[in-house]
Each structure stands twice: as C-alpha cells, then as structure tokens.
C-alpha cells in the first residue's frame, strides 16, 4: 500500500492505496464519486474525464498515486451551493446528452477546454472534446452547448497545470 494525500472536490483525503488502483477506482470505489463512470477498457471514451490541477485527464489511464498532492475535481464537485456550474446548465439547457452516459466526461473536458479558450471555434470545441465519445447525440447539440457556456461569464475552473499526468485529448 502506498501514502496518498489528494484532495478531491474540496475535501482532502488521506488514503493507503494499492500501486495499481486507478485513479478512477479510487475515486468511485474508495470514495463513492460514482458520478464519474467508467465507459470503456481502453482509454479511449472519455466518460471517466476529470480535471487533476484543472486539467482534463482520463482518470482510467492514471494511477491514483499519480494524484497524490493534486487536487481533483468530478463532476460532483462542480455544482456551488445546488447552483449548476455554467456548463453543466448549458448541457441541460441544450439538450446536449440523451443517455446521459457520456456526459460527465463531456463536461469535464469543456471544463478544461474553456479554461484555456474562453471563445473557441466550433472546430476548436471539436479538437477540445476529441477525446470524448458521445454515442448518442451526433454531437450538434454538445457544440451548441460548450458554445452557450463560452458565452456565459464564469465558464472558467482552476487552470493549474499537471504537467506530467495523461490528458484527455487523443484522436479519435
Ligand atoms: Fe473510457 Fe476512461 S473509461 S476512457
Ligand atoms: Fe449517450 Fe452521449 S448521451 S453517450
């Protein structure tokens, strides 16, 4: 077992894990964020996106020692005082998710996407969100919604950096 001090959506934790745990077993399993699902075994859905120092980063492709002294966010921590996060009130207000499975992951990497470009193009929204697959919507109504969040005021997250962490970006 192995040391590690993250703390996730605002609350630290002190936790013993296997070297092997994921970081999103450690998250859903240890600390009941079951909010963030796991949509594939190869790393490449994105439904598992969270941010680690307010990056996006598939939490199924990091070990959860990797976290250790960061701080992670889920979707579950994205809400202040019941009041929607600006992208997940444009996820809703746009109809942007019909099973819902991916969305989590989705939000996440706009999050991210808009943290870095808070005016992006739809074919910049489209690189943003590469590494997340929808295989619902046809995607139209995400991009409608990561535009309606651009264009709301406070669609920004912590943008420290975690350099040496997988981020969620990859072709697809
Ligand atoms: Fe599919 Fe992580 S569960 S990329
Ligand atoms: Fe079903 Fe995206 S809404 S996978």
Known sequence: MTRISVTVDGVA?????????LLVH???????????????DTSNC???????????????????VQADETKV??????????????????FHENHALQCGYCTPGMIMATVDL???NSDPSVEE?????EGNLCRC????NIIKAVQ?????????SDSASAPSLTTAGGAQ
């Open 46 to 64: 994105g439904a598992c996106t969270v941010l680690v120092d307010g990056k996006s980063v598939k939490s199924c492709s990091v070990l959860a």
């Open 73 to 90: 966010t889920t979707i579950e921590g994205l809400s202040t005082d019941g009041d929607l996060h600006p992208v997940q009130r444009a």
């Open 148 to 156: 309606a969040a651009a264009g709301s005021s406070s669609a920004s």
């Open 26 to 40: 450690y998250l859903r399993e240890q600390l009941g964020k079951v909010g963030t699902v796991v949509g594939c």
């Open 125 to 129: 929204i489209k690189d943003g969100i």
């Open 13 to 21: 934790y002190d936790d013993d894990v296997e070297p092997r745990l």
């Open 137 to 140: 919507t046809g995607y139209q």
């Open 114 to 116: 808009l943290a870095e």
